[in-house]
């Protein structure tokens, strides 16, 4: 049976997405004692000379640290309680979608869900305020030894790695095991968000196969900058002006800003077209009394 579509879905990035700085950054190197700067110089080497994939080489540093292995993931969600985010981030997942509580709307059943998808560690997140925000959190994944101590990555997700999320969460396989395959496939009346009812907010150029995956099947991508950094707004004019998102903003979730009305503005528009294709699909199936003339 086709699926009613009358959900919309806001897919963010979480690092300079949803905050100003990565998770490692904000939280994880103070723990451990690490310096930034050398972490990321460290990174970077091992994916220059050994030609490492960016999750796996920063992971991989990670686990080689031994103060990180005595971790377990519970100590990560610990972590997720001091993330410092953008303003009006948490507050815009509860109040975006206010207008949406109309009659007409409801009478639709239109909603607004959330996800996060990152390359960062889910288990931060998860122990953030924004894991009671969203549907969803879609990160990379540490296990942990019979002693509850990290020592093996269990889900890495790259840049790439990240589209198969927005169909996972398009098909409505976010709910399901991991087991199911996403490669399945599902006509386009059968899944649970079409892509046209998804807006995807990301920062940069690692979000660029999102914005493709989201804009080239009929949805929104919204990149974000850091108002107090002219590499990042320069960053989003040059992904403006490439044509691979629709607007760029200052990173402002707060109410009457900029981006706020963006999102309020997406929003609204798939919304209204969601009325009109549900209105249009009953007009067809009315049968139209005999009239006596």
């Known amino acids: 049976m086709p699926q009613p579509q009358n959900i919309i879905a806001i897919v963010y990035d979480y690092d300079r997405t949803l905050s100003p700085r990565s998770m490692q ?69 509860s109040e975006l979608g206010g207008f949406l509580a109309n009659d007409e709307y409801r009478r639709h059943g239109i909603v607004l869900e959330h996800y996060i998808v990152t390359s960062g560690l889910k288990s931060i997140l998860a122990g953030s305020l924004l894991n009671q925000q969203v549907a969803r959190i879609f990160g990379c994944e540490l296990d942990e030894d019979s002693k509850g101590t990290i020592f093996w ?20 396989l976010e709910y399901m095991d991991f087991s199911r395959d996403v490669n399945d496939h599902m006509p386009d009346n059968e899944r649970r968000i079409p892509f046209y009812n998804m807006l995807y907010i990301g920062d940069g150029p690692t979000d660029v196969p999102s914005f493709a995956v989201v804009s080239s099947r009929g949805g929104k991508a919204l990149a974000v900058y850091d108002g107090k950094s002219q ?62 003339g």
């Not at 490439?242 to 981006?259: M, P």
Request: hydrophobic share 35%; aromatic share 10%; proline share 3%.
């Open 25 to 93: 950054d904000d939280v994880l190197f103070k723990r451990l004692g690490l310096e930034g700067k050398e972490f990321w110089d460290k990174t970077n080497k091992l994916k220059a000379d050994r030609l490492y994939d960016d999750e796996m080489a920063w992971i991989r540093l990670l686990l080689e640290t031994p103060e990180f292995r005595r971790l377990g993931n519970s100590d990560l969600e610990l972590m997720g309680q001091d993330l410092r985010f953008y303003p009006g981030v948490p507050d815009v997942f």
């Open 153 to 172: 990555p269990k889900r890495v997700i790259s840049h790439t790695g990240k589209t198969q999320y927005l169909f996972r969460i398009t098909k409505g």
């Open 231 to 292: 590499n990042s707004f320069e960053t989003c004019m040059s992904l403006r002006e490439a044509e691979r998102v629709d607007e760029i903003a200052e990173a402002d979730y707060r109410k009457g800003t900029h981006l706020r009305k963006l999102m309020e503005h997406y929003v609204k528009q798939m919304a209204i077209r969601i009325v009109a294709d549900q209105e249009s699909e009953h007009s067809k199936k009315v049968i139209q009394a005999p009239r006596h």
